[in-house]
C-alpha cells in the first residue's frame, strides 16, 4: 500500500519548490560544474546515531570529506532515531527542509523508495565498488530491481551480560529462555540483583523471542500475517512469563535509558542489546574494566535461535540540488577506509566484505562474535509498510508485558492491525 502523495504529484512539487528544498548547490542538481568539474556548494546530512557516543564520531567523519573537496560545506544535524523518518517524509512531502542524504534504517529504505523520495543510485558515484557489499546488507537497498540506498553498517542482537555478576552467582551465560529463567533466579537468590532487563517500549526487542518460537511477524511471499499465529502467542507468554517471574524487569516508557542505566550501574546482570550499544555500555561504571562485557547469542527458544537483521543505509533526496555532491559524500561515509574507522572507534559492524579481512577488524571483539551472528540473522521483509509493522506491535507488547492484556489477545490485536495496514493480505 501506498502512502503520502504519488511519485508523479512528488515530482511536480519538487520541481515547484526547488528553491526551497535540498542544499544550494547548481541547477538541475549538477554541483561539479559540469562534467568532470569540481564539486562545491553543501551536503545537508541527516545523522541518526546515538547522541554522546556515535555521533561524535560520525560527524568527524564527515569533515574529511571537505578536506577532500574543500569547496564543499557538510551541513552535519543529528536527528533523533525516533523522530526521523516521520520527519523526512513530512518534509520530503512538503518538498522542504529535507536533507540532501539521510541516514535510514534499513527498513525504512524500500517505503522511502515506494512514495519516490529517494533518488535511484544505480549508474552513480555513489555505489562504488558495489560489488564489495554483504548480499545481505545489500538487500535492504533494493527496491522494484533498483538501488536507492548504500549500506553503511549491518547489526543484529546479543545477550549482554556482567561477567563479574555471574561469576558471583555461580552460573554460566543462558543459551535457552529456560536457563536464562534459572540463571536469574540463582543471580537473584545470590546478589539481590535482577537477572535480565527486557525492554517494553520497542517491539523491536521482541523480535528474538518470536524467531525463537519459530514465528515471524509476516510472510512476505504469501502475502500472509503471520505474527497472530501458535507461534506469535507462544512468544508473547515468553515475555510475559519472565516479567511475571521476575526473571526480567520491564518498563513502559523511557525503555533505552533505563535498561542502559540499570546494566551500566550494574543493577542487572543481562539486556538484549546489539553492536550500536557497544560504546555507551563502555561508559558506565561497571565497565570502566573492559573486559567485564561479555556477548553472547540470544537465548534460544522452543524452535530454535534467530535475532533481527538490522542496520543503516545512506540514502540521497531525489529533490535534492547537489546531486553530485550528495552522491560523493554517500560514497565517501561508506567506503571500505570510512567503515573501518568507525569499527575501531565504534565497534559497528562494516557492510563490505573486503573490510573483515583487515587486522585491525578481523581482531575486534565486537565483531568476532557479532559478524557469525549477522550472518545467521532473520531478514525482516523488504516491503514499504516493514517500518509501520511495529507501531501497533509495541502497544500490544506493552500491553502484555504490563498485564493489561492476554497474550492471546494481543497477538490478535496485532494481527488485525496488520491486515487492515496490508490490504489484501490474509
Known amino acids: 500500500m501506498r502512502r503520502g502523495i504519488t511519485a508523479t504529484a512528488l515530482a511536480a512539487t519538487l520541481a515547484l519548490a526547488a528553491t526551497a528544498c535540498g542544499s544550494d548547490g547548481g541547477a538541475g542538481g549538477d554541483s561539479s560544474g559540469g562534467s568532470g568539474g569540481e564539486l562545491s556548494g553543501t551536503v545537508t546530512w541527516w545523522d541518526t546515531s ?15 570529506f571537505t ?41 525504512w529504505t524500500p517505503e522511502f523508495a515506494d512514495l519516490g523520495y529517494l533518488a535511484p543510485l544505480d549508474g552513480t558515484p555513489a555505489l562504488k565498488d558495489g560489488g564489495d557489499f554483504l548480499p545481505q546488507a545489500a538487500a535492504s537497498t533494493k527496491y522494484h530491481d533498483k538501488t536507492y540506498a548504500v549500506p553503511q553498517v549491518i547489526d543484529s542482537m546479543g ?36 537477572g535480565l532487563y527486557l525492554r517494553g517500549d520497542d517491539a523491536y526487542w521482541f523480535l528474538p523471542f518470536l524467531y525463537g518460537e519459530g514465528g515471524n ?59 550500536w550499544a557497544v560504546a555507551d555500555t563502555y561508559g558506565g561504571a561497571q565497565f570502566k574494566d573492559r573486559a567485564n562485557l561479555g556477548v553472547a547469542p540470544v537465548p534460544a527458544g522452543s ?6 537483521q538490522g542496520g543503516h543505509n545512506l540514502a540521497v533526496y531525489a529533490g535534492s540540488k547537489n546531486l553530485a555532491a550528495s552522491y560523493a559524500f554517500t560514497a565517501y561515509m561508506t567506503s571500505a577506509e570510512s567503515q ?87
Open 303 to 308: 524452535a530454535g535461535q534467530g535475532a533481527p
Open 340 to 426: 573501518a574507522r568507525v569499527t575501531e572507534e565504534l565497534g559497528l559492524l562494516p557492510t563490505r566484505t573486503s573490510v573483515y579481512a583487515r587486522p585491525d577488524v578481523a581482531k575486534n571483539e565486537i565483531v568476532d562474535f557479532f559478524k557469525p551472528v549477522v550472518d545467521k540473522a532473520v531478514e525482516r521483509p523488504w516491503i514499504p509498510e516493514t517500518g509501520s509493522l511495529f507501531a501497533p506491535l509495541v502497544v500490544e507488547y506493552t500491553k502484555v508485558l504490563t498485564g493489561q492484556t492476554t497474550p492471546e489477545k494481543g497477538a490478535r490485536a496485532t494481527g488485525d492491525s496488520y491486515r487492515k495496514l496490508l490490504k489484501g493480505w490474509k
Open 67 to 107: 578536506k577532500k573537496h574543500p569547496k564543499v560545506k557538510v551541513e552535519y544535524v543529528n536527528v533523533p532515531f525516533g523522530d526521523a523518518q516521520n520527519k523526512f517524509k513530512n518534509a520530503a512531502q512538503a518538498g522542504s527542509g529535507a536533507p540532501d542524504v539521510i541516514r535510514s534504517e534499513v527498513a
Open 217 to 275: 511477524l509476516v510472510d512476505a511471499t504469501s502475502k500472509k500475517v503471520t505474527v497472530d499465529d501458535a507461534a506469535g502467542v507462544r512468544a508473547m507468554t515468553v515475555v510475559k512469563d519472565l516479567v511475571d517471574s521476575g526473571a526480567a524487569k520491564t518498563d513502559a516508557t523511557d525503555g533505552w535509558e533505563n535498561m542502559q542505566a540499570a546494566f551500566k550501574d550494574g543493577r542487572v546482570a543481562m539486556m538484549i542489546n546489539g553492536p
Open 159 to 194: 545477550i549482554f551480560y556482567n561477567k563479574k555478576i555471574l561469576k558471583e552467582a555461580g552460573v554460566e551465560v543462558p543459551g535457552t529462555v529456560d536457563e536464562l529463567k534459572a540463571v536469574s533466579k540463582k543471580i537473584k537468590e545470590k546478589t539481590g540483583r535482577t
Open 50 to 64: 546515538t547522541v554522546g557516543s556515535e555521533d561524535k564520531v560520525f560527524e568527524k567523519l564527515a569533515e574529511g
